[in-house]
């Protein structure tokens, strides 16, 4: 889950993720949506998810999801993105 947490009067935060496989396009989110995706992991545990964050003059790139790193997501397997003025927080926990 990737969570626009930004302020209310601020522009929307771009999102483009994908993996070496597939492309989950472009989107836009307002203050409080999310995007959220779903996948099944690859038999040779090589799954990786990267998105590209874009908020004003500000863009990072970086994992989402690696499969080296699975067990950061929790017992779950959900990994909680949020965006936010001073930097991009991460979660296992909603």
Do not use: M
Request: include cysteine.
């Amino acid at each position: 889950y990737v969570v626009n947490n930004l302020p209310a009067s601020s522009p929307p935060l771009l999102l483009t993720c994908a993996s070496k496989d597939d492309k989950l396009g472009n989107h836009t989110l307002y203050v409080n949506q999310d995007f959220h995706f779903h996948f099944c992991e690859s038999v040779f545990a090589d799954t990786t998810f990267a998105c590209e964050f874009r908020w004003e003059s500000k863009k990072k790139l970086f994992d989402v999801f690696n499969a080296a790193r699975r067990k950061l997501c929790g017992k779950d397997n959900f990994c909680y993105w949020a965006a936010k003025t001073d930097g991009i927080y991460f979660s296992n926990d909603n």
